[in-house]
Structures are given as C-alpha cells and as structure tokens.
C-alpha cells in the first residue's frame, strides 16, 4: 500500500513538472503584436536553463541557446510587412504559439502630460473613436509602475486603435499613426510609454547622467537630499501621505472641497531621476523599433540651457538601448501657452531654443513646431490632430523618402542694412505668409533692449526694423512663453521661434532641483 501510494506521489510530482511551463516570451510579445519589417528583429524569453530554443515565423526557423538562468534572446531575419502570422516558440517539449502577429512600422511614443493626453480628451476626439475601425493601427500601454513592487495598474497587451479600445490611446501618437497607416498601407505598431509631469532625467539611466559634469548635478543633488533626510524619515512622510490621501479621496467622494497632500520625494515618486527609466522603459527594451515620437519638455524648462545637452544625451542612450543608433528621433517643440510661474521671463522661449539646437544638431532627429495649436491658458492643449499629422509629415518624409513639406519656415541667416534687418529662411516652400499684420518680431540695438518690431514680406524674406531703434543688432522672433507669432509658409506650417543674438539666458548655470 505505502509503495503504491509513493508511486503516485512520484507520477503526480513529475506530472507537475512536466506541465510547468518554462518556455515564456517576453511580455511584449504577445496576441495581436507588430513586429518591425526588414529589420532584425530581437525576440527574448525565458526557459529551461541550458536548452535549445527554435523560434518558427514566415517559414523561417531560428535556434537559440538558454543560458544557466533560463534567458534567451535571438534575431529573426528581416520580414516583409503583412499578417496575421503565427509565430511558433519550442523547447524542451514545450510550445508557445502566437497565432496573430503583424509585421509592419513600429513607433515608441514617449514624453510627459501632452503626449500622454489621451484621444478622447482631444478635440474631436469622440468622433474619431467612433470611426476608428481600422484594425491595422495597434497599441500597446506600458503600464505606469512608479517603484520596485507598486501595484500594477494595466497591462502589456497589443490592442487595435478601434472604437472599443482607442480612447485612453495618446491623441497625438494615434493621429500619428493614423497618418503613416494611410501613407505606408503597412500594420503600424505604437508603444505607448509615457507619463505627465516627467522631466527627461526621469527617462535616462543613473549611469548615463554621472558621465556628463552638466547632468551628474541632477543625481547628485537628489541623493544627497534623500541621505540627508533618512530612509526612516522619508517612510514616516510616505505614510502620512498615503493617509492623507486616502482622507483627500474620501472628502471629493463625498461632495466635500478638499487639498491633495504633496507627495514627498523619494524613491516612491515618480518623478525621481532615473526612475521610470528603471521601472517602465526597461520593460520594453530592447524591442526592435523603427523610431521614436517625443513630446517633453515642460518640466524641464527651469534648466532649458541644460536640456541643450541633456536632451541630446537621452537620444544617445535610447538608440544605444534599443540598438540602432540612427534611430529616427521626432518630437514636439513646447507649444504656446502663457506660464503663469514664469511671468514675463520667457523660460519657455529657452526650452523651446534647445529643441532648435537638437534639431539642428543631432543627426536623424525632427521638430514639429506647434505655436499654432498652443492655448494661452492651458498647458495643455486639446487640438492633438495637427501635432500627430506634422510628426508623421516629418517621418514621411526624412524616414521614408516622401517629398513633400515637413516644417515651418526656419530662420537661416541675417543682413542687417541701415535701420533694417533683413532675414533669410529655410522650408519656405510656397511662399511666406501672415494673417494680417506679421507679430511676434523684437529687434535690438547695441543696448541690447528688445522692442516689439515691425516686420513686412518681401518676396522670400522677412524686413524687421523699428522706429525705436536706428542700428539694430539682433532679431528675435516668438521669444516669449505665449507668443502672437503669425507667420508660417502657404502650405501651413508655423515658423519656429528663434533669436539672432547670443545674450546670456536666464537658465544659464541652473543645473539641477532644489528638493
């Protein structure tokens, strides 16, 4: 009896282990993917330590090693876009099967609060989810885990940007791909991987922030403000918090007008350097991408000046992560919009200056302008069609080889003869133009005291001068938070923001957060 009984226990326990499932694909990789067309595509997982893997797509067969911990990675030959496949995952006498994966364009959407404003808060908005039928445009939403063990919120399912699923999308990379699905005909994959109020250190590594002297302040100041407060204090704040806000919560259920309590810094918030690089962007690297969509900015303009390079650092260490260092980088230059933090010092005007320069000088990225859509009292603003349009009108063309206008007029040189400055631009295109009278020009002579100008069309340039200023020196052009800027060329893009001159900024030498 015992030895039957021991018989059974045995066949039960190897029955067990026989159906534990080992072989596992990451969790991107799942029902209803995209997968990158004519790329090597990098697909990981995980199975029984030391165990061949083959991985089946197309026709194509690929093999692959566990290590001594399990993980397994592997490249799939370049895939000509079409779907659905079934993909086909083996090992040690386990499958995994997917049986709808697509094979097209995929964009990495990322950012803060803009990008991440979804498309049924937009602007037609609604509408647009009714309509939006097309089942070859698909998402995915990298769920927003804040720290090491929060609670999930969400999951890494692939869904189709359709009436039943699109709504929480970000408008601005819908509208995006909405574009290039229209253009390309080809399945077009978004990760979506944002979150509101984010600076750009909250996206880069702590590794990648020390290597630079101008960033290294940023992490620095930020530990030495957790050591010095102790990890014993800042859990006695994080739970008074957390009971505050549950008492916040309670009162707004209740019909009662309450104060949200501040959360206080630390490794819980998610605004930390460093932290979402680590608890949401890894998740998703290094899944083979053909570029990236960027909307960000806002919280980093107290230090524009900084973000000239800082910015230019996340783009390195994100084409290094996802392997592709010329990977196609467009974002979103800070829109119009009247801070009332900042008063009359144009600290958007700065930030705004340092996209310029990321544009200008960092290989295979773009900039869609968009003063027009801005709104004076909001930071932020509802009409997201034209963003996600103008993104894609970049990718159209410096991407995939359309020829047609991409940008805004973009200042090129200045002439200055007698009481006029006279003003050369590139991306003109059709011609310059102005709804009436051309505003948002400022002019300055040796004293270097800028006035408001006037500024007239004179074929293909721009004539500023100034009764107040006789010999003038420098032009500036939307240099302010909210800016009247008018002009733009006749196939509708805004001008970008600019100035002529190289006055000390008002951000200069401000390097990190005071917490």
């Not at 509208?175 to 699905?181: G, P, T, V």
């Not at 490794?267 to 930390?272: F, I, N, P, S, T």
């Given at each position: ?77 370049p895939m000509k876009a ?100 229209k253009e390309l005909n ?180 773009g900039m869609a302008v ?146």
């Amino acid at each position: 009896m015992k030895s039957r009984i021991l018989n059974v226990t045995i066949f039960l326990f190897l029955s067990l282990v026989a159906f534990s499932q080992n072989l596992k694909l990451g969790e991107l990789f799942n029902e209803g993917v995209v997968l990158q067309r004519n790329a090597k595509v990098e697909l990981w997982g995980t199975a029984a330590p030391s165990q061949q893997v083959s991985v089946e797509i197309q026709g194509k067969k690929h093999k692959t090693l566990s290590n001594e911990n399990g993980k397994w990675a592997l490249n799939l030959s370049p895939m000509k876009a079409g779907g659905p496949y079934s993909l086909t995952v083996a090992s040690n006498s386990e499958t995994v099967k997917l049986n709808e994966v697509y094979v097209g364009e995929v964009w990495i959407a990322g950012g803060q609060s803009n990008m991440a404003f979804q498309l049924e808060k937009s602007d037609g908005g609604k509408q647009e989810i009714v309509s939006a039928t097309n089942k070859n445009i698909r998402f995915v939403l990298v769920p927003a885990v804040v720290y090491e063990g929060d609670r999930t919120r969400g999951d890494m399912n692939w869904r189709t940007a359709t009436t039943e699923n699109v709504g929480p999308m970000s408008g601005v990379a819908y509208f995006f791909a909405k574009q290039l699905q229209k253009e390309l005909n080809v399945p077009i994959g978004i990760i979506c991987c944002y979150k509101g109020g984010t600076a750009a250190e909250v996206w880069m590594s702590r590794e990648t922030l020390l290597q630079h002297p101008d960033h290294a302040p940023i992490v620095t100041s930020y530990e030495n403000y957790l050591s010095g407060m102790g990890k014993e204090k800042y859990e006695q704040l994080y739970s008074e918090y957390e009971k505050g806000l549950k008492i916040y919560f309670d009162s707004v259920r209740a019909g009662h007008k309450a104060v949200r309590p501040v959360e206080p810094m630390g490794e819980k918030h998610y605004k930390r350097p460093y932290g979402l690089y680590n608890t949401m962007l890894k998740r998703i690297i290094p899944y083979t991408a053909k570029g990236v969509i960027w909307y960000q900015g806002e919280a980093n303009a107290p230090r524009a000046e900084q973000y000239q390079t800082l910015f230019p650092a996340l783009i390195s260490e994100w084409r290094a992560d996802f392997q592709n260092p010329k990977m196609p980088f467009l974002f979103v230059q800070l829109s119009n919009y009247d801070h009332p933090a900042y008063g009359t010092r144009p600290m958007w005007a700065e930030l705004r200056e340092a996209q310029l320069l990321t544009w200008q000088n960092v290989k295979n990225t773009g900039m869609a302008v968009t003063l027009d859509v801005g709104n004076k009292n909001d930071i932020h603003p509802t009409d997201k069609k034209p963003v996600g349009e103008r993104l894609a009108a970049i990718a159209l063309n410096q991407t995939y080889g359309y020829k047609f206008p991409f940008s805004g007029p973009l200042y090129k040189s200045l002439k200055l003869v007698d009481n006029k400055a006279i003003l050369n631009f590139d991306y003109i295109y059709g011609g310059l133009v102005a709804d009436g009278e051309i505003k948002g020009f400022s002019i300055c002579g040796a004293d270097k005291k800028f006035v408001p100008a006037k500024a007239e069309i004179v074929g293909n340039k721009i004539l500023v001068s100034s009764e107040a200023v006789n010999q003038p020196v420098a032009v500036r052009y939307g240099w302010s938070n909210w800016t009247e800027g008018s002009l733009r060329n006749k196939e509708g893009f805004p001008a970008t923001p600019f100035r002529t001159d190289n006055i000390e900024l008002l951000s200069h030498g401000v390097k990190t957060t005071n917490y």
